[in-house]
C-alpha cells in the first residue's frame, strides 16, 4: 500500500499541473524551457515517487506513478519526456 492516497497525490501537484496547462502553448510558440516549472515539480518531489516514504520519498505505487504522469502530460506534454 502507497504511504499517500491518490487523491492527496493529484493535490499536492494540481497547481503545478494547473499552471503547466495555463502556459505550455505560449512556452511552445516562445520556444521556452519549463524551468520553473520543472524545478517545482522536483521540489514537490515528483521525481521520489516511487522512492518508500521511509527513504524520503513518497511511496506511491506504479498506478498512482502512471496515473500522476498522465495528467503531467495533460498539462504539458513536453515535461514528462524531460
Known sequence: MSAFSTQTLLERFSSIF???????????QA???????????ARLGFGALRVPKELGGLGASLEQLFLLLEHLAAADSNVPQA
Open 18 to 28: 494547473t499552471r503547466l496547462k495555463q502556459s505550455a502553448a505560449e512556452r511552445d
Open 31 to 41: 520556444r521556452l524551457l519549463p524551468k520553473e516549472e520543472v524545478g517545482e515539480l
